[in-house]
């Protein structure tokens, strides 16, 4: 049976990745940054990523990382999900080196892992797990040509990591960052900008031909997914503290108002939620981590449930908040866009559903 509870050594990862973001990734520096052309806080990624050692947490070793695994990635998710803090660490850390350790590439993960460079897979942001190869990069002559709008974490990368077809089969090819065109677009999830990226007769390296290539972005789509459910969660717990601190301290009629039942029950809805959320977004981090033969369908049930409950979580939030919720100056809203930016990011919750069900063979409509 998995054990779902935090590890002695998880809960001590989780103690100072929390510490230095509560001391660098404050919400009112989150929410200035997004009002600058910087969004991304690199001098916080590399005290994280390099110094911290978390963009290394899931490689081997041999490869230059620290030989943990995914479940620790995971808890560094979550404390990143409760300051939504603009870092790459989904784009480099988790999807880009999932698919070079999928695909051998070695050098390129002892990079990601240093923190010497950061890393994107140049696929649309809303890519989910099993569909078909994407196809809208094509290589001609060692050349890559084609457009992929919405890439995760583009826009911070030094190295992308580039799927297309090569006539019918499918390669997957690294490709230097400068060699590409990157066009900012607007997002809602400020913390985490999105970019378009072109290529116009680009060449790079090859790191994966045919079955393998596929097997290698389906492995680093996986893992995203399953890694995003604990970002997810770690938002949600943030608004549920954030919701009932304020309904203790916020009096109307001389009472608190979280003494009005009608709060109450709210706020339980949300506890429970969140409380399930953890036993499923746990599951699919360790399904990852031990390359369970059950880890596509624990990564899909985690989206198909914690997506939705922090959705919930932050809509909550800044609902029982009431108009102090609805301003700009109040972080409401940075919870709540990343929430609704996450619902989508590597397929909706309907999306895994349905690919849910077709992993245990159950009727699609």
């Known amino acids: 049976m998995t054990d779902l509870l935090y590890t002695e050594v998880e809960e001590q990862l989780c103690s100072s990745v929390r510490d230095l973001l509560t001391d660098r990734a404050g919400w009112p520096s989150v929410l200035a940054r997004t009002e600058t052309d910087q969004p991304y806080d690199r001098a916080l990624w590399r005290t994280l990523g390099a110094e911290l050692g978390v963009s290394g947490l899931a490689v081997p070793e041999r490869m230059g990382g620290h030989g943990a695994s995914w479940r620790e990635a995971a808890v560094v998710a979550e404390e990143l999900g409760r300051c939504v803090a603009g870092t790459p660490f989904l784009g480099s850390a988790v999807l ?15 990079r990601f892992a240093s923190g010497s460079a950061n890393g994107a897979v140049v696929a649309s942001a809303s890519s989910v797990p099993g569909a078909p190869f994407p196809a809208a990069v094509t290589m001609t002559g060692g050349r890559l040509t084609g457009a992929v709008r919405g890439v995760i974490d583009a826009a911070a990368a030094d190295q992308l990591l580039v799927p297309a077809l090569d006539g019918d089969e499918p390669v997957v090819v690294a490709v230097d960052a400068g060699d590409v ?18 290529l116009d007769g680009a060449r790079g390296s090859l790191i994966a031909r045919g079955p393998a290539a596929s097997d290698a972005l389906d492995a680093a789509l996986i893992t995203g997914a399953a890694v995003l459910a604990s970002e997810q969660l770690g938002l949600a717990q943030r608004c549920l503290e954030m919701t009932v601190d304020y309904l203790k301290s916020r009096y109307q009629f001389g009472r608190p108002i979280g003494g009005y039942q009608a709060l109450k029950h709210r706020v339980a809805d949300i506890w429970a939620g969140v409380s399930q959320a953890r036993a499923v977004a746990r599951y699919a981090a360790a399904c990852v981590a031990d390359g369970d033969p059950d880890m596509a369908v624990a990564a899909s049930l985690a989206q198909a449930y914690c997506s939705p409950v922090a959705v919930k979580a932050a809509e909550e939030c800044l609902q029982m908040h009431g108009g102090i919720g609805f301003t700009w100056e109040h972080p409401a809203h940075l919870y709540l866009k990343r929430a609704k930016a996450d619902s989508i990011l590597l397929g909706t919750a309907a999306a895994h559903r349905v690919r849910l069900g077709r992993l245990v063979d159950l009727p699609v409509a």
């Open 96 to 110: 880009a080196t999932a698919l070079a350790m999928s695909a051998g590439a070695d050098e390129i993960v002892r």
């Open 181 to 198: 065109t990157r066009t900012a677009v607007t997002s809602l999830d400020l913390t985490r900008p999105l970019c378009d990226v072109t």
